[in-house]
């Protein structure tokens, strides 16, 4: 199964672009690419997910590399609402495989 | 709020017994999702049904099973219980079981197995 690698943690500014990265060197051509955060004490959200293209939304953008044997959550402008624990998960034959995920602080 | 409603919030047993964890998904949604959150740890896939029927099978345990009602409601029964199968247990929906569709999840049913 194809799995991912993300920095345990990360810190960001207030009011700063945040990139968060994620290693998913073995994915197969029909991975998806998602991204879910979890706020404390609270159920998983999701934030963006794509294939090849580069995707955004209202929360954030998804860049996947030209290999896509990586990928960056970009937030555009971090708030202190924004900390949360971010996972990178690739979806195949309804399988879903989430890593440890990446432990955002935003200082302010 | 999701729309995802679980219930109860908490659950407190001993080991050895038996227990039910219920799931409503989104209104329109036909596929749900079963997890188990140990502390501190990421999400581990449990299962996943579609419009009653299962779809995926993840670390499941022997011990554990689960079932997608005609009303769309799912149920996750754990038996056997042990200290170690204390977590937090949620569940997710979507519209659609494909792999590019998003889940909604529920506030989680937090399990105490003392």
């Known amino acids: 199964d194809a799995k991912t690698t993300q920095p345990n943690s990360m810190e960001s500014n207030e009011e700063e672009p945040v990139h968060l990265p994620c290693n998913h060197s073995?994915?197969?051509?029909?991975?998806?690419i998602h991204w879910y955060r979890q706020l404390p004490s609270q159920g998983p959200e999701y934030v963006i997910h794509?294939?090849?293209?580069?995707v955004n939304n209202r929360m954030a953008s998804l860049a996947i590399a030209e290999d896509r044997k990586s990928s960056t959550l970009i937030l555009h402008r971090a708030t202190l609402r924004d900390a949360a624990v971010y996972y990178c998960?690739?979806?195949?034959?309804?399988?879903?495989?989430w890593g440890a995920g990446t432990k955002l602080i935003i200082k302010p | 709020d999701s729309g995802v409603t679980q219930t109860p919030k908490h659950l407190i047993t001993a080991t050895g017994q038996r227990v039910t964890l219920r799931c409503s998904p989104r209104?329109?949604?036909?596929?749900v999702y079963w997890y188990q959150q140990s502390l501190d740890q990421g999400l581990q896939f449990l299962i996943q049904?579609?419009?009653?029927?299962?779809?995926a099978k993840g670390n499941i345990l022997e011990r554990f099973s689960a079932q997608q009602f005609p009303d769309l409601h799912s149920e996750l029964n754990l038996s056997s219980l042990e200290l170690g199968d204390s977590a937090l247990y949620f569940c997710?929906?979507?519209?659609?079981?494909?792999?590019?569709?998003?889940?909604?999840f529920g506030p989680g049913t937090r399990l105490t197995v003392t």
């Open positions: 997710a929906s979507s519209v659609n079981p494909g792999d590019s569709y998003e889940q909604y």
């Open positions: 209104s329109g949604d036909l596929s």
């Open positions: 049904y579609y419009n009653g029927e299962e779809r």
């Open positions: 073995t994915i197969s051509g029909t991975d998806y």
């Open positions: 794509g294939l090849t293209s580069n």
């Open positions: 998960i690739l979806r195949s034959n309804y399988q879903l495989i």
